[in-house]
């Protein structure tokens, strides 16, 4: 049976993006990568938070789940426990997954669910008309114009480092792409749903009205193909620290026991065979 066409996996909404916007080729780029891989709509399912970016469910065909702001990675946590059969893609913006969201993200990466988390990053809250974000540069680090409705006189706040953050609590995948590449953007969706853990991708998605940085991004970008071995943990490190020059790649792939992976062995330990003992024979265990 032929591949599902890129085109079959869009559904009748229409994006309402601002034309653009990053992110109308982050959606494309997830088309393609849908296509490429035959993933099956009724086995995927895209969990997003409350932002521009997290519109994204409603122009998929798949499940989808549109939860509260920043509130992502425990719903996909849950739906992957519930049902370790489907694929679950999250994606959101750097003011969804860093701010309010950011307390999950090391129990996502450490418990090492099997989930793809795509961020949006485009260093400004553009749903709610132009707040500092947390990765809002300051002027000696970061990207963005600086002054935002929040700080007209000045970003004062270092920029959260999102690959940092990542690499330090334990994801087992770490990558980053950019809306203006969106076939190697497609390339990295592949990697990161085929690899069995959390995979985190940071896409830069410039704001058009907020905070356009296509050409402060495109003069800062260096790919990685061939430079880089993503199993090296430090020179991962090192990249991610770079922060005057914009890495495009897998920054970072380890393979390790997933969450469901533990729970399966410790449910193998307490009832061994996967044996379902008579219920009159628990009952007389607490007698």
Request: proline fraction near 7%; hydrophobic fraction near 35%; include cysteine.
């Amino acid at each position: 049976m032929p591949f599902m066409p890129a085109k079959e996996y869009k559904t009748d909404a229409k994006p309402i993006w601002c034309p653009g916007c990053g992110d109308f080729a982050v959606l494309a780029a997830l088309y393609n990568s849908f296509s490429s891989l035959d993933m099956d709509p009724t086995k995927t399912v895209i969990v997003s938070g409350i932002g521009c970016s997290s519109r994204l469910p409603v122009f998929v065909k798949s499940y989808g789940f549109h939860t509260v702001h920043g509130r992502t990675l425990p719903v996909a946590t849950g739906v992957k426990m519930a049902n370790p059969n489907l694929t679950v893609v999250v994606t959101g913006g750097d003011g969804d997954a860093f701010a309010i969201g950011g307390g999950h993200i090391p129990h996502a990466c450490r418990r090492n669910v099997d989930i793809t988390y795509i961020v949006m990053d485009n260093f400004i809250y553009g749903l709610t008309k132009g707040q500092t974000s947390p990765t809002t540069g300051n002027g000696s680090s970061g990207h963005g114009f600086k002054l935002t409705t929040t700080s007209p006189h000045g970003q004062y706040e270092d920029p959260l480092n999102p690959l940092a953050m990542m690499l330090t609590y334990g994801a087992s995948f770490v990558a980053r792409g950019y809306s203006s590449k969106p076939k190697q953007l497609a390339e990295l969706y592949n990697a990161a749903i085929r690899h069995k853990g959390f995979s985190f991708i940071q896409v830069l998605s410039p704001c058009v009205v907020f905070n356009k940085t296509y050409d402060e991004l495109d003069a800062a970008i260096i790919p990685l193909e061939g430079t880089h071995d993503p199993s090296d943990f430090q020179a991962a490190l090192k990249l991610a620290f770079d922060t005057q020059t914009e890495h495009l790649g897998i920054i970072y792939q380890h393979e390790k026991p997933t969450l469901d992976d533990r729970i399966g062995a410790i449910l193998e330990q307490a009832n061994p065979g996967g044996q379902k003992p008579e219920m009159q024979s628990i009952f007389a265990g607490y007698r």
